[in-house]
């Protein structure tokens, strides 16, 4: 990345276009978010849920991008898995429109810490840094932001802080909040979560969109702070951090839609056998869940239901289900403590099991 950025002084690229091509050149997969918003753009009418809970005519399902023939046509459905860093792409989406633009994290190999600053009361010292015993500690008192959490963490881990003269990309948003910009490993896959690391403090990684530095929204602009406009590594005491509070995944799958053209499964990725297929089911099921916009708790039920059964029929690992649905519950906003999620995940689960499902002819698809 070189030394001018977006939103530098006279060189401002407020426009969608110029700002998403500066962000495909960074290497990162960008996609349409409504103008002035953070919400992605709307689906054409085939890719709309009748109505909520409901799945679209076009059947997509999130992770399999080869179910949904507008993904591969080209087209910028279903938000951050339409991502894409070919500039012919980026001309044909934003090419006379101002939508605004989103990074899709995981697949761009970023992961952004973003400090909010809400006013909000504090909440109970269990929840500032979940995990930490805090009892005592002197700074406490003193918090008020995400910013100050993520410094009482370094402190508390005897970490450099992370935000004096911060060696990397760093954005002020509108709302006073601060976004931290890391690179990850090819292999590290981390997964999004709110308040899960600390108070006020949200992880955007996985298939997560952050706003793309210099955006504008009806709230002002992602301003770039300080002169770095280089990623650095996500420090790895920092990874660890997020382990431990779970925001890391084994998860493999986090590649953007291939394209031109429709990638067919052969012969060789055809279910060939029950556990093949049940994998396959798995990986469906969660690709739902995780790109769900309404109706979570039912598409939820339903897939716990669905893999129940594959448990049942002793293909699939109960505590592996359980774990990759909180997981995939928590990339569609579904915050992994919630404890009636927790306990639709276990019912469903259970009902599932308690019916196991009869295999499938091999090569055939539900
Ligand atoms: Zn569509
Ligand atoms: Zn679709």
Not at 185 to 204: H, N, P, S, T, Y
Not at 236 to 253: F, I, K, Q, S
Request: glycine letters at 12%; one cysteine or more.
């Amino acid at each position: 990345m070189g030394g001018r950025g977006p939103g530098d002084g006279e060189c401002a690229l407020t426009r969608g276009l110029e700002l998403a091509l500066w962000c495909a050149e960074q290497g990162w997969w960008v996609h349409p978010l409504l103008p002035g918003s953070k919400r992605p753009a709307a689906n054409c009418p085939q890719c709309r849920p009748p109505a909520p809970g409901e799945r679209a005519a076009c059947g997509f399902a999130g992770r399999d991008a080869g179910e949904c023939g507008c993904l591969t046509a080209g087209r910028h459905c279903h938000g951050v898995r339409a991502a894409t860093r070919e500039r012919e792409l980026v001309h044909r989406w934003w090419r006379g429109r101002d939508f605004a633009v989103g990074v899709a994290t995981g697949p761009s190999g970023v992961l952004v810490v973003d400090l909010d600053d809400h006013h909000h009361p504090l909440p109970k010292l269990e929840l500032l840094l979940p995990g930490i015993d805090l009892t005592g500690h002197p700074d406490v008192g003193r918090v008020r932001t995400g910013v100050d959490v993520l410094k009482l963490l370094c402190g508390v881990r005897r970490a450099a802080s992370l935000l004096e003269a911060p060696p990397t990309l760093t954005v002020r948003t509108p709302s006073g909040g601060v976004h931290l910009w890391y690179r990850v490993e090819e292999k590290a896959r981390f997964v999004q979560g709110a308040g899960r690391l600390g108070w006020q403090v949200d992880v955007r990684a996985g298939w997560s969109t952050a706003v793309a530095p210099g955006t504008v929204t009806a709230a002002g602009r992602y301003q770039l702070v300080g002169p770095e406009r280089r990623l650095a590594r996500l420090p790895r005491w920092l990874a660890l951090e997020l382990a431990r509070v779970g925001l890391r995944t084994r998860d493999p799958a986090l590649s953007p839609p291939r394209r031109p053209r429709l990638p067919r499964p052969g012969p060789d990725h055809r279910p060939h056998d029950a556990r093949a297929y049940a994998a396959a089911a798995l990986r469906r099921e969660l690709a739902t869940v995780a790109a769900a916009r309404t109706g979570r708790n039912d598409l939820l039920n339903r897939a716990g239901f669905r893999l129940g059964q594959l448990v049942g029929a002793g293909l699939l690992e109960h505590d592996q289900v359980h774990q990759a649905l909180t997981e995939a519950a928590a990339l569609a906003g579904v915050d992994p403590g919630e404890a009636k999620a927790q306990s639709t995940i276990r019912r469903a689960l259970q009902a599932g099991i308690r019916s196991p499902r009869t295999i499938p002819i091999p090569g055939a698809r539900s």
